[in-house]
């Protein structure tokens, strides 16, 4: 199934960003309805193409509606609509994200602050050997589509029991491990986005099956899942 985005929906945020309160949401409530029909009907097609190459065990369409107990921002709606697909099962790791927003779309996928177990596991890794990754991030592809991990969250200094001067120290205190492919709002309304967020996804599938085999298994290789 492949489908489009329509231009509405930026003409919707872009309304929505400038009158972002519960009064006009209010009146405008059948014209959100419509236009998050149609975002969720491409987000359910982008999940039909990514269960046809990967064991995907949900979707998620997040709600517009912003939590603004602990922000500055009061503002009560989010002025962009976006998705997560989460792969199935304990031995298929990492996750895939869709955002839609005018002057600001982007495609992700990786491991957002894995918890301290399976960051440990990771940095102790790359601590040992990181030449596949290294080489996963030069390939000409997978370069090309998302130019390394997403700079947004590394320590200022070596994790406990890390040597700082370690080779591959720029890898071991990384939070994170995203990589991020941006779009202009006319790649996001060609007839060619189904198919370019689909093969981004499968561009990244080598890192995810690498990072799923280190941490569904010791520093010895052998497995920790249950059998």
């Not at 492919?181 to 996804?201: G, R």
Request: with cysteine; aromatic share 14%.
């Amino acid at each position: 199934m492949t489908a489009i985005v329509n231009p509405s929906i930026f003409k919707f945020l872009t309304d929505l960003k400038k009158n972002n309160t519960r009064e006009w949401f209010a009146e405008n409530k059948e014209y959100y309805q419509r236009e998050e029909e149609q975002i969720k009907d491409f987000f359910t097609a982008i999940n039909e193409s990514l269960s046809a190459i990967d064991n995907i065990g949900g979707m998620k369409a997040y709600r517009i509606y912003r939590d603004i107990r602990f922000s500055k921002d009061k503002t009560p709606y989010k002025t962009y609509r976006s998705c997560s697909f989460k792969r199935a099962t304990e031995a298929l790791r990492g996750g895939y994200h869709l955002e839609i927003t005018p002057a600001g779309s982007f495609l992700a996928a990786g491991f957002w602050q894995p918890n301290k177990e399976d960051l440990f596991r990771i940095r102790k890794e790359f601590e040992l050997d990181s030449s596949y990754i290294k080489n996963l991030l030069s390939d000409k592809e997978f370069s090309t589509t998302f130019g390394g991990f997403h700079d947004r969250n590394s320590l200022k200094l070596a994790p406990t029991g890390f040597d700082k001067k370690h080779p591959n120290i720029d890898l071991i205190k990384k939070k994170d491990f995203i990589v991020l492919q941006k779009f202009t709002d006319k790649e996001v309304l060609s007839k060619e986005f189904h198919t370019t967020v689909i093969n981004s996804f499968k561009t990244v599938r080598p890192f995810f099956n690498y990072m799923s085999d280190i941490l569904t298994t010791n520093l010895n290789g052998e497995s920790i899942l249950e059998k």
